[in-house]
C-alpha cells in the first residue's frame, strides 16, 4: 500500500496550505499527520483523521474521503515552515505506513 | 513531564555491534507501547519496530527484521534498540515514540539519536 504526498508546497504567510495525501481508499483507513520542523523530532499533528492533540492550534485542521486525506493549515506562519507525514495502519504487521512527506516552504 | 529522552550520538565501525536506549518518564511505562522509526539522511520516516514493554512483545517491519533487537528493561522505564553488526546503511537518526491505546499513532517522541556508521 503505497501513499502519496506532494514532494513541496509554497504558501505565503497569511494564506491557506492544503497539503494531500492519496492513497486507494484512504478514507477506509485512519490518517495520522506529523509535522518535523528541521532538526527536531516528529510531533503529532492530527489523529484519527481530524483530531487535533493538546496543544495544536486550531489552524491545523484534517479530513479523509475517497482516496485522499487533506491536512489544512489557515492563515499560515513562518512557524509551520516543516516537514509534514501522513501515516496510516494496515495490518498488526504493519501498523506504522508512512507517506514520504510534504515540505511547506513560507515564502 | 512526560518525555522520552534518548542517548547521544554514536559513531561506530562496520561490524561493530551498538545498542541505544530510550528512556521513558512522567507516564506508566508498561500502559503504553515503544515504537522506533529510522530517518536516513535527506529522508523520510520508515517504521522500524513496536514493542510492548509490559509483555516484551514485538512486530518488527520486515525491512528489518533479523537486523535489530528491541528489548525493553521494565525496571528503569528504558526501551533498547540494538544491532549485532552495523552495516554502513544503517547511518542514520533514530527515533523512539510512544504509542497509547489501540490505535497506532505515535503520540510522544524522543528526540532522536544520530548513529553513524563509517569505516
Known amino acids: 500500500y503505497e501513499l502519496t504526498q506532494p514532494p513541496s508546497v509554497s504558501v505565503a504567510p497569511g494564506q491557506t496550505a492544503r497539503l494531500t495525501c492519496g492513497g486507494n481508499?484512504?478514507?477506509?483507513?485512519?490518517v495520522h499527520w506529523y509535522q518535523q520542523r528541521p532538526g527536531q523530532a516528529p510531533v503529532l499533528v492530527i489523529r484519527d483523521d481530524k483530531v487535533r492533540p493538546s496543544g495544536i492550534p486550531e489552524r491545523l485542521s484534517g479530513s479523509n474521503s475517497g482516496n485522499t486525506a487533506t491536512l489544512t493549515i489557515t492563515r499560515v506562519e513562518a512557524g509551520d515552515e516543516a516537514d509534514y507525514y501522513c501515516q496510516v495502519s494496515l495490518s498488526r504487521n504493519e501498523p506504522f505506513v508512512f507517506g514520504p512527506g510534504t515540505r511547506v516552504t513560507v515564502l | 513531564e512526560v518525555q522520552l529522552v534518548q542517548s547521544g550520538i554514536e559513531v561506530k565501525k562496520p561490524g561493530e555491534s551498538l545498542k541505544i536506549s530510550c528512556k521513558a518518564s512522567?507516564?506508566?511505562?508498561?500502559?503504553?507501547?515503544i515504537g522506533w522509526v529510522r530517518q536516513m539522511p535527506g529522508k523520510g520516516l520508515e517504521w522500524v519496530g513496536l514493542?510492548?514493554?509490559?509483555?516484551?512483545?514485538?512486530t518488527y517491519s520486515p525491512s528489518f527484521q533479523g537486523h535489530v533487537t528491541m528489548s525493553a528493561d521494565r525496571s528503569n522505564a528504558t526501551a533498547f534498540l540494538q544491532w549485532s553488526s552495523l552495516k554502513a546503511s544503517d547511518t542514520a537518526m533514530y527515533f523512539c515514540?510512544?504509542?497509547?491505546?489501540?490505535?497506532?499513532?505515535?503520540?510522544?517522541w524522543g528526540q532522536g539519536t544520530m548513529v553513524l556508521v563509517s569505516s
Open positions: 514493542m510492548y514493554p509490559a509483555d516484551s512483545g514485538t
Open positions: 481508499s484512504i478514507g477506509s483507513k485512519i
Open positions: 512522567g507516564y506508566r511505562f508498561t500502559t503504553s507501547w
Open positions: 515514540a510512544r504509542q497509547t491505546g489501540i490505535i497506532d499513532v505515535f503520540d510522544l
